[in-house]
């Protein structure tokens, strides 16, 4: 087994020397430290050894309300992203598929892919003049049409959905890509088919296309939720102030300020493993469960 596997990187060198960077990547930043996540159970020591305390951290970090609530907004925030976002890319991508001329189509594309290129300091810039009470461009529409100036950046009713669009604009054009590459898979003759029965573009979509992308989107949705509580670090710290971090405030913030700046990393690293671990469940969950009913998973 061992010479078979040997002989196969040797005919293969080239390819296994491309994919050696991103292996490297991952190993130093996403499997060694998972060693370090044995410290959620210790109480950490600058000078000594760790002590060895089980559950304690557990127990503090879930019974403490700032982290129910920091939970609760993590779990809020996913969910309204999921919902509003992820459909979003998919209907962007069958759009774009109509679009016919060539040139047209390319400057389209090249618009939506844009934002995913900018950091979140920019985007956070974009958005916060975007939305300035006094001048900024949606509220100068908005007493266009004599309605009265908000100032979305401190409103706890509105700040969430801010997180949203913004999160649509950055990332749906570039998430697209997934989609229309899988379009592109589908047989021209199924719609030449199609259009010789008098199927409309809209019946296309909905008995050809759509289907064809079920397992795309099944693969999507699982990954996504393997990142459910992530909730999106850089853009809330940089969309994060004192008038809406009561609503705003997730899991990763919290972590970083209790760990980072408060020195309480044995506490932190047993928030970041009840992260990690959820993540996973949701994975796997997700996975045996579009396996038992549509056949499709992620592996």
Known sequence: MKKGILKQIKSSWVLYLMLFPALLYFSIFH??????????????????????????????????????DVLKNTIIISVMKIVFFFPIPIILSLLINEVRV????????????????LSWVVIAGIWIALLNPEDGGVNVIRSFFNMPSLDFMTSKDHIRWVLVFQEIWRSAGWDSIIYLAAILKIS???????KIDGASKIQQMRYITLPSLTSTIMTVLILNLGFFMNAGFDQVFNMMNTSVISVIDILDTYVYRIGLLNGQYAYATAASLFKGVIGVILILSTHFISKRFTGKGVW
């Open 102 to 117: 060539g040139k047209f189509r390319k400057y389209v594309q090249s618009i939506v892919y844009l934002p995913h290129f």
């Open 188 to 194: 021209p003759s199924l719609y030449e088919a199609a």
């Open 31 to 68: 499997v060694v430290p998972l060693i370090g996540m044995k410290l959620a159970f210790q109480d950490y020591r600058i000078i000594g050894d760790n002590v060895w305390v089980g559950w304690k951290h557990f127990k503090v970090l879930f019974s403490s309300p700032a982290f129910l």
